[in-house]
């Protein structure tokens, strides 16, 4: 389904890992939702929460795409679904071709092994009662790797990576004897060490400091392309993403809008709400400090009640009265590595 736009930036990404199986899907996540029920009083359901309600996307082996989009949009819901933390209401989730909701336990954590985890708040992540030789060390044991030397190996390895070395300075410290960016390394190599075929990092720089995050996302860069890693990369911040992502996935109350490339949604994005999220991006030129930013009014609607047709239709300056509120629009492909969930493409 997105093959065409993965292809089409293989090209412009020096340096990226090469893999025959690049053009292979690791991941597909198809028509998939995630409601969450509403109960009045403990009794009944009231409604549900339609917190991702229709989303799908193909990852290639390799391959490192961004989801993008505003608190509350959905984003870290489907994480959670893709980490096998929330069942699906409706649609599938394939790993590898097989489907997540058939997999029996043990098949479970097999798969988990598979999928690195690296979570938005470092020093909530790392268990304070334990030193980072235990932190790093737990993942291992529960996953059967007995031997004390393996253990030890790869931990090793790990450290060494995340560019923390030597590690005999490391692990015998609690996390709060580290630095911010410290943390979040540790939390990196715990995502490593059983050597995972995706990364899943949600908002993984957005509790460092701003001299730490572009640190933190080029040594990420540098591990992905080093064992040819898949990285789904979750944020809100479209300015970090151009330092990271082939592609990008902007999410709008629940749904998709817009597919597309790094540079065309940094040079011409096509959803208004992606152009009010590049509109929103901070700019580092001063002579651009002052200038007015002209973003859509109003808040993100409801996912208990979202409004009929398009989501953002109620914001857009754009809507197109009796269409743009009343069907929702599909994915047009008004250029081959763009598809956008907009009326004005039809």
């Known amino acids: 389904m997105d093959k065409t736009m993965t292809q089409a930036h293989e090209a412009q990404v020096g340096g990226a890992a090469k893999d025959h199986r690049k053009d292979e899907v690791l991941l597909s996540v198809q028509d998939l939702k995630v409601w969450f029920e509403l109960r009045k009083f403990g009794f009944g359901i009231s409604g549900y929460v339609h917190a991702v309600d229709g989303v799908s996307f193909d990852l290639h082996y390799g391959e490192t795409i961004a989801i993008v989009g505003e608190s509350g949009c959905g984003k870290t819901t489907l994480m959670k679904s893709i980490l096998a933390l929330y069942p699906p209401t409706a649609g599938d989730i394939f790993f590898e071709g097989r489907r997540l909701s058939e997999l029996k336990a043990s098949e479970m954590r097999e798969y988990r092994s598979n999928v690195g985890y690296v979570q938005q708040d470092p020093y909530g992540a790392l268990p304070p009662f334990m030193n980072v030789q235990t932190i790093l060390e737990e993942p291992m044991i529960i996953n059967g790797i007995k031997d004390k030397a393996e253990r030890r190996e790869r931990i090793y390895r790990a450290m060494e990576e995340v560019k923390m070395s030597p590690p005999e300075d490391f692990l015998e410290k609690f996390p709060h004897m580290l ?168």
């Open 179 to 346: 630095s911010g960016g410290q943390q979040q390394r540790v939390v990196l190599a715990r995502a490593m060490e059983l050597e995972p075929k995706l990364i899943v990092a949600d908002e993984p720089v957005s509790m460092l400091d701003a001299s730490v995050r572009v640190e933190i996302l080029r040594l990420m860069q540098a591990l992905q392309q080093k064992h040819n890693l898949a990285v789904i990369y979750i944020t809100h911040d479209l300015s970090t993403v151009r330092y990271f992502s082939e592609r990008v996935f902007v999410m709008y109350a629940g749904q998709a809008v817009e597919k597309t490339l790094i540079d065309s949604i940094v040079h011409d994005p096509l959803h208004p709400y992606s152009q009010a999220l590049m509109e929103a991006t901070s700019d580092p030129d001063a002579a651009n400090a002052t200038r007015y930013r002209d973003v859509p009014p109003g808040e993100p609607p409801s996912l208990v009640k979202p409004p009929a047709g398009c989501r953002f239709h109620p914001r857009c300056p754009y809507k197109i009265d009796g269409l743009c509120d009343v069907e929702v629009p599909p994915h047009f492909t008004p250029k081959p590595e763009q598809m956008v969930a907009c009326w004005l493409y039809k």
